[in-house]
């Protein structure tokens, strides 16, 4: 049988008020072994459909809709676009779940949430896969991001959203036709007049744009105090995790496991299996 996704939701709170964070569930749903997968600034839980397949085997895979994103609401007030705020609805999400611990894979934004909410006295976080972002920062891409994110966008048709989104995207490497159009379908929502927009709240970009400074951003204090078994994943053409970075904490914190991907930027998409694999092998050592 096919494995499906059911989709759900959770009612989080703002200094601004409540808000509804959305989530797909893969697997059963009274399995105790949950893995939280959580995506990047731009993207949605399904960028995880692939992953969870194949977890779903072993885990409740849980993947949300980052408020302001996909099928969750978006904030009244956009300054609580920021990590505390992200944390304060994962929270939520994994005491609606009923469980003590859980396993997470994080892709950029996800991996920074969840490097935060690990370096928690009392985490819920046993084991983390941080996909593509760390400690450090790169400014300058960051400045790439912050140069598309939030920029108001509107497509005739799905092909011309498929363009825009293999440009900005181009970064995560070689995908087939099939995979670049479900990378668009699932990023896009249709306006009234039957045109496509970006699925997004275009206010996450004033936080982004606001933490831009000239330098990098060191995180190496949160990452310093966490002490669960972590993989970090690198695109090897990464202008956000560099090579020094990503060695450097094999050295530090919880000493990370590293992986790199040839011919991928950032970041990684893990919808192949060759970036599965890795994944995959490092959470099951510690259910086996």
């Known amino acids: 049988m096919p494995i499906e996704a059911r989709r759900r939701s959770v009612q989080c ?53 980052i408020v302001g994103r996909g099928e969750s609401d978006w904030l009244t007030n956009p300054a609580y676009y920021v990590t505390p705020q992200y944390i304060a609805d994962i929270v939520a999400l994994i005491a609606r779940l009923d469980v003590a611990e859980v396993h997470w894979v994080g892709t950029s934004m996800g991996a920074l949430i969840g490097m935060a909410l690990a370096s928690l006295k009392g985490s819920p976080v046993s084991r983390m896969v941080l996909n593509d972002a760390g400690p450090v920062l790169a400014r300058d891409a960051l400045v790439r991001i912050a140069s598309y994110v939030g920029t108001s ?58 933490s831009v400074s000239a330098q990098d951003i060191d995180l190496w204090s949160y990452y310093d105090a966490v002490t669960c078994p972590t993989l970090v994943l690198r695109g090897a053409q990464s202008d956000l995790l560099s090579r020094e970075t990503m060695q450097a904490m094999a050295t530090r914190g919880p000493r990370a496991q590293h992986v790199e ?25 510690d259910l086996r």
């Open 261 to 285: 991907f040839h011919g991928v930027g950032h970041a990684p998409t893990l919808m192949n299996p060759d970036q599965i694999t890795p994944v995959r092998d490092f959470l099951l050592a």
């Open 153 to 210: 966008t509107s497509f005739t048709n799905i092909d011309e959203a498929e363009t825009y989104i293999r440009t900005v995207s181009a970064p995560f490497g070689p995908h087939s036709d099939a995979q670049w159009r479900f990378l668009t379908e699932t990023v896009t929502r249709a306006n009234p007049d039957g045109s496509l927009r970006l699925h997004y709240d275009p206010s996450i970009s004033q936080m982004l744009r606001a």
């Open 13 to 65: 709170v703002s200094p601004a008020g409540l808000h509804r964070m959305a989530y797909l569930e893969w697997g059963d749903p009274r399995n105790p072994d949950v893995l939280v997968c959580v995506h990047g600034l731009t993207r949605t839980g399904r960028d995880f459909d692939s992953l969870a397949r194949v977890m779903a085997e072993h885990y409740r895979v849980v993947c949300p809709d």
